[in-house]
């Protein structure tokens, strides 16, 4: 069975500390994403990377950085955790094909005090 | 740029009755479209897509939703609504260099008995 593999389901940081999310797939998939869920916002795209060192800015990628040096892993990085970066945070992945469905993970819910 | 408005951020129905939750959408591109289903504390499921073709696409669990391009619209139904239904519903259209998803803002469907 195919996977997009969430490290962690909960994690509580402090405020300041470098967080490191990871995400690591098994599909040989091209295309990675991270979202970030709220509610009331649905799902928003904070950066996506179409390739091993390729990156992208999504919609909200301020405060965070990526670090993809393997094709299966995508990482999520806060450099300096905040409050309100306090979320449920959503990796996915997909193939370059126009039809391909994403994967997703099942999520890591980061609170930050 | 894409974009997806789901009109009703809650949506109440009887169980029996019809399931109707609403999603336009605004693409530069000839858009592919996707709800997807969160029931609590699990993760993304897709229910159905569409691409090209027939402009009438069946999900599972009974659910079809119908493309109409004139209407920017993706709205999603169900004839006949069961308890099990109960979650958010998220409507997303794909698009940009790596066909990224953009999500609306999520539909929670309560089901009375």
């Known amino acids: 069975d195919v996977k997009v593999t969430q490290s962690s389901r909960y994690l509580v940081k ?19 994403f991270w979202y970030r869920q709220d509610p009331g916002l649905g799902l928003r795209l904070i950066y996506f990377s179409y390739d091993v060192k390729m990156k992208e800015k999504g919609d909200i990628p301020e405060g965070y950085s990526v670090s993809r040096e393997k ?24 193939t370059r094909g126009q039809g391909a469905l994403n994967t997703f993970g099942s999520g890591t819910r980061l609170t930050v005090v | 740029a894409q974009s997806v408005t789901q009109l009703g951020s809650h949506v109440s129905v009887s169980e029996g009755a019809l399931v109707l939750l609403r999603c336009n959408y605004s ?23 569409y691409t090209t073709g027939a402009t009438l696409v069946k999900g ?13 619209s993706f ?29 609306g803002s999520g539909t929670q469907l309560t089901v009375l008995p």
């Not at chain 2, 693409?27 to 897509?49: A, D, E, I, R």
């Not at chain 2, 099990?84 to 953009?102: I, K, M, N, P």
């Open chain 2, 75 to 103: 709205h999603l139904t169900k004839p006949s609504a069961h308890m099990s239904d109960a979650a958010e519903y998220f409507c997303a259209v794909s698009g940009g260099s790596a066909r990224q998803l953009t999500f």
């Open chain 2, 27 to 49: 693409s530069s591109v000839p858009p592919y479209l996707f709800w997807y289903v969160q029931y609590p504390n699990q993760g993304l499921q897709l229910l159905l897509k």
């Open chain 1, 71 to 94: 094709k299966e892993r995508f990482s999520l990085i806060l450099e300096s955790a905040s409050t309100n970066q306090t979320s449920m945070y959503l990796c996915a992945s997909r």
């Open chain 1, 14 to 32: 402090r405020t300041g500390e470098k967080v490191f999310l990871e995400c690591v797939q098994d599909m040989d998939h091209e295309n990675m």
């Open chain 2, 60 to 72: 599972i669990n009974g659910f079809e939703a119908e493309f109409k391009k004139s209407e920017t």
